[in-house]
């Protein structure tokens, strides 16, 4: 009996001596325990984002300011131009190369006021649309056309503006005389003007537009 007992312990020694190691060892095994919970940490944190750099232009935010600064804003809210960065504006946008300011679009915003001729300073504004406002006084002469180079739409309808239409002089009229007008669309309607807007040669028009003393007006004038 004593013989079979150590038999039976032989090979008890046997089968447990032959089984196979686990595929970790216990220092692998802590080490992908510290992975995962490292991973399960940066899940938590909150995404990093990064600031964009500042793009606003000085000379166009304070042209901006400026303009600002000749009107209120009876809508609510009220129109905020108060941070650094004028290219997040309500109403502004920009090239985001330039950081220069290209549309000036505030539509319906209960302004009351008259025009700068500080826009005249936004040399790269392509979309100018102030309509449905209660800007009143005559327009700048800047507004037309060689001060603004880049200025593609004039959007200044339903408001209170008057008087006579700015038309070019003689040196500008030769100046767009060189070049094609990038102008597309210019809408006055509903204001109370008089005058010519182009003269005959005004650089690329259809002629010039005799819109008498109308009160109320429609046009749109397309160039190219």
């Not at 000085?58 to 400026?66: E, F, K, Q």
């Not at 539509?107 to 790269?124: D, E, H, Q, W």
Request: one cysteine or more; a neutral charge; glycine letters at 6%.
């Amino acid at each position: 009996m004593g013989v079979v007992k150590r038999d039976k312990l032989a090979s008890l020694s046997f089968s447990a001596s032959s089984c196979p190691s686990p595929p970790f060892s216990s220092s692998s095994l802590i080490g992908v325990l510290w992975v995962t919970l490292l991973i399960q940490f940066l899940l938590l944190l909150p995404p990093c984002q990064a600031q964009p750099p500042t793009l606003c232009n000085p000379i166009d935010r304070a042209s901006l300011l400026s303009f600002f600064s000749n009107i209120s804003s009876t809508s609510s809210p009220p129109l905020n131009w108060s941070s650094a960065e004028c290219c997040r504006w309500e109403g502004i946008g920009c090239d985001a190369i330039s950081g220069r300011v290209t549309h000036l679009e505030l539509p319906f915003r209960g302004l009351v006021g008259t025009l700068s001729t500080s826009l005249a300073n936004l040399t790269r504004l392509s979309h100018l649309n102030l309509s449905h406002n209660r800007l009143y006084g005559a327009i700048p002469h800047a507004f037309f056309f060689s001060s603004l180079p880049t200025l593609q739409i004039l959007n200044l309808s339903y408001n209170r503006l008057s008087g006579e239409l700015p038309t070019t002089n003689n040196n500008s009229t030769a100046a767009l005389a060189t070049r094609p007008l990038p102008i597309q669309i210019v809408d006055l309607s509903s204001n109370t003007f008089h005058g010519e807007l182009l003269p005959e040669d005004g650089g690329g028009a259809d002629g010039d537009i005799d819109i008498g003393d109308k009160k109320k007006l429609w046009f749109f004038i397309y160039f190219k």
